[in-house]
């Protein structure tokens, strides 16, 4: 399955941008920093890795995520997709516990807790779509 993604660098700024898009949101960048949640994706195709953390007491951020595995906490749920499965995901057109049933995701790690997180991030999908039409045509599915 080919990345829809032009390269490993446009993939690594539009999620930047949606993860800054979830931190930024009023209603849901807070109820993901009282999730304190820590996540770490393996991207395999593009051959990236993203670890995610809720902000810390003293940051203003609501969450902070890095494009490494040098990080300074132990990820509670692993997951591991493709860029596709991503760029879906975030589209509202790929249902998690299906995809991880038929393996486009694997999982390690606190599941339970990571599917809880589904519903706070899922005002996202529309502003995700919206940033797909606007500025990135070649992703909308």
Same mark, same amino acid.
């Given at each position: 399955?080919?990345?829809?993604?032009?390269?490993?660098?446009?993939?690594h &700024?539009?999620? &930047?941008r949606?993860?800054?898009?979830?931190? &930024?949101?009023?209603?849901?960048?807070?109820?993901?920093?009282d999730?304190?949640?820590?996540?770490?994706?393996?991207?395999?195709?593009?051959?990236?890795?993203?670890?995610?953390?809720?902000?810390?007491?003293?940051?203003?951020? /609501?969450?902070?995520?890095?494009?490494?595995?040098?990080?300074?906490?132990?990820?509670?749920?692993?997951?591991?997709?493709?860029?596709?499965?991503? /760029?879906?995901?975030?589209?509202?057109?790929?249902?998690?516990?299906?995809?991880?049933?038929?393996?486009?995701?694997?999982?390690?790690?606190?599941?339970?807790?990571?599917?809880?997180?589904?519903?706070?991030?899922?005002?996202?999908?529309?502003?995700?779509?919206?940033?797909?039409?606007?500025?990135?045509?070649?992703?909308?599915?």
């Open positions: 399955m080919a990345s829809p993604f032009a390269s490993a660098q446009e993939f &700024d539009v999620m &930047d949606v993860l800054q898009m979830m931190s &930024d949101d009023p209603e849901v960048g807070p109820r993901l920093r999730a304190d949640f820590t996540q770490r994706f393996g991207f395999e195709d593009l051959d990236l890795v993203l670890n995610v953390r809720a902000g810390r007491p003293g940051e203003r951020a /609501n969450l902070s995520w890095v494009w490494t595995d040098d990080i300074d906490w132990s990820p509670r749920v692993r997951m591991t997709m493709s860029s596709q499965t991503a /760029n879906r995901y975030f589209q509202g057109r790929e249902n998690i516990a299906y995809a991880i049933a038929r393996r486009r995701i694997k999982t390690g790690g606190d599941l339970k807790a990571a599917l809880e997180l589904i519903p706070i991030t899922k005002p996202i999908n529309a502003r995700y779509r919206g940033l797909v039409a606007e500025e990135y045509p070649h992703l909308k599915v």
